[in-house]
């Protein structure tokens, strides 16, 4: 249940259209629902303003179909990260109108409950990768923001190894609101935007690179230790998280 819903059942018990008890009963699975598997916190949309989000690893199929039953029954949509090819199509055969976002790996189900109004069509986050590579990572992120709300644009295959291409775009990363920078390798390139934007910038290190590169561990230590001010760090490959915070960071300076 988002605020707009519980005003409007408010509202409907003080106009008499909704009796006390029919109330109680709509509210009964607040704040959280509890399944045995999993307790559904379907309190987080009124908290955060925007409903519990699944990660699908170490999910069995049927735990993240019934996860995804109950979230879709009180809010606008469902999210399902890093889902597998078999939990997709479970999904897309128990909700018609779901959709698989690739390379993101994540699944956008419908929920019965209205959308909210969007974030101001005119701020945007940004999100720029470094290398092809490390596309999966910032649809992931790109996606995230997007499906909470967000106006996202993209900036791919602009690393610091042709630091000529990100500096060709100056115009879209100085009029972004907040930038998520994917990179793997060294991480090089979101201390170079850090360093060219007065905007907020969200930093992944992804696992893209060779065997020094530890994983993403080199990427992730870069990150951290960046020159540049206005710099934040994410775990290593979680776009997830990067366009999240994004959206939060252009809700919060336009609310």
Same mark, same amino acid.
């Given at each position: 249940? +988002?605020?707009s819903?519980l005003?409007?059942?408010?509202?409907e018990?003080?106009?008499?259209?909704?009796?006390?008890?029919? #109330?109680?009963?709509r509210?009964?699975?607040?704040?959280?629902?509890?399944?045995?598997f999993a &307790? /559904?916190d379907?309190?987080? $949309?009124?908290?955060t303003g925007?409903?519990?989000? /699944?990660?699908?690893?170490g !999910?069995?199929?049927?735990? /993240?179909?019934?996860?995804?039953?109950?979230? @879709?029954? $009180?809010?606008h !949509?469902?999210?399902a990260?890093?889902?597998s090819?078999?939990?997709?199509q479970?999904?897309?055969?128990?909700?018609?109108?779901a959709?698989?976002?690739t390379?993101? &790996?994540?699944?956008?189900?419908?929920g019965d409950?209205p =959308?909210?109004?969007?974030? +101001? =069509?005119?701020?945007?986050?940004?999100?720029?990768?470094?290398?092809t590579? +490390? /596309?999966?990572?910032a649809?992931?992120?790109?996606?995230?923001?997007?499906?909470?709300?967000?106006?996202?644009?993209?900036?791919?295959?602009?690393?610091?190894?042709?630091?000529?291409r990100?500096?060709?775009?100056?115009?879209?990363?100085?009029?972004? %609101?907040?930038?998520?920078v994917? %990179?793997?390798m060294?991480g090089?390139?979101?201390s170079?935007?850090?360093?060219?934007? &007065?905007?907020?910038?969200?930093?992944?290190?992804?696992s893209?690179?060779?065997g @020094?590169?530890?994983?993403?561990?080199?990427?992730?230590?870069?990150?951290? $230790?960046?020159?540049?001010?206005?710099? =934040?760090?994410? $775990?290593i490959?979680n776009?997830f998280? #990067?366009?999240?915070? =994004?959206?939060?960071?252009?809700? #919060?300076?336009?609310?």
């Open positions: 249940m +988002d605020e819903a005003r409007a059942l408010l509202e018990v003080r106009a008499g259209s909704v009796s006390s008890d029919d #109330a109680v009963s509210l009964r699975d607040m704040p959280y629902e509890n399944l045995g &307790r /559904i379907h309190h987080r $949309n009124l908290r925007f409903p519990e989000v /699944i990660y699908c690893p !999910k069995t199929v049927e735990q /993240i179909v019934a996860i995804s039953e109950r979230l @879709a029954s $009180n809010s !949509k469902v999210l990260t890093r889902i090819d078999e939990a997709a479970a999904l897309t055969a128990r909700f018609p109108g959709e698989l976002r390379p993101a &790996r994540i699944m956008v189900v419908p409950r =959308a909210p109004e969007p974030t +101001d =069509a005119l701020c945007y986050v940004l999100v720029v990768c470094a290398g590579a +490390d /596309i999966p990572v649809e992931e992120a790109a996606v995230t923001a997007a499906e909470m709300g967000s106006r996202v644009e993209r900036l791919f295959d602009v690393g610091v190894a042709g630091l000529h990100l500096l060709d775009q100056m115009p879209l990363l100085t009029g972004a %609101a907040a930038i998520v994917v %990179a793997g060294e090089a390139l979101a170079v935007v850090g360093g060219l934007v &007065r905007s907020p910038v969200v930093a992944v290190p992804t893209v690179g060779y @020094a590169s530890f994983g993403g561990v080199s990427a992730l230590l870069t990150m951290l $230790n960046s020159c540049a001010a206005g710099v =934040a760090v994410m $775990n490959d776009g998280g #990067a366009g999240y915070f =994004a959206h939060v960071v252009v809700r #919060a300076a336009h609310a």
